[in-house]
């Protein structure tokens, strides 16, 4: 059976209101949607489970882990690794270590809908899963992005293989 459990961490700082919230629960029904297109199979069930939370989840209870910063200057990934080199023009980043990976994905610039924000969460959750660098993922079209890196929907069947052959090599340990 096809499952993931996304771990989304809001390291925005916002005040807990009820828009910010429901903002929230936006990004992450979208994000199911692509995830479930992503990794569904016509011959097995499919589970998906996500959640939020507020600070860095217990290890072991997750798959992949992306932190939802407030811009690249406050990158949580910057802070646990010094020499990240972030593209100014960047919605998102995933850095690749030789033993642990880390994703994340920026409230500013602020983007207008939960789905564009979900689209680079997808895609940074593609980076993670596949352990593809920008390189090599980049410009292959749909969720993995154009040559920009910009991700794009529909989801593309380059995209499902590409993410159903990370997940079933496993999937590397996750920057908490």
Known sequence: MPQITVTLVDRTGAAASASHESFKMGIMQELVKILDDLIH???EATVINTRWVNQSPASGDQDVVIHWVPDRDQSYL???????QIA???SGHTYI???MTG???YRRPRLQTPEAYAKIAAHEAM???TRLGNQKLHGQRGLAGD????PHLPVTDNDKTLVQAGMQSGLPNQLL
């Open 41 to 43: 199979s016509d011959s």
């Open 78 to 84: 910057r802070k646990k690794w010094p020499s990240v």
């Open 88 to 90: 100014q023009n960047a």
């Open 97 to 99: 270590d030789k033993d």
């Open 103 to 105: 994703s994340e994905f």
């Open 127 to 129: 980076h993670n899963i």
């Open 147 to 150: 040559g920009a890196g910009t």
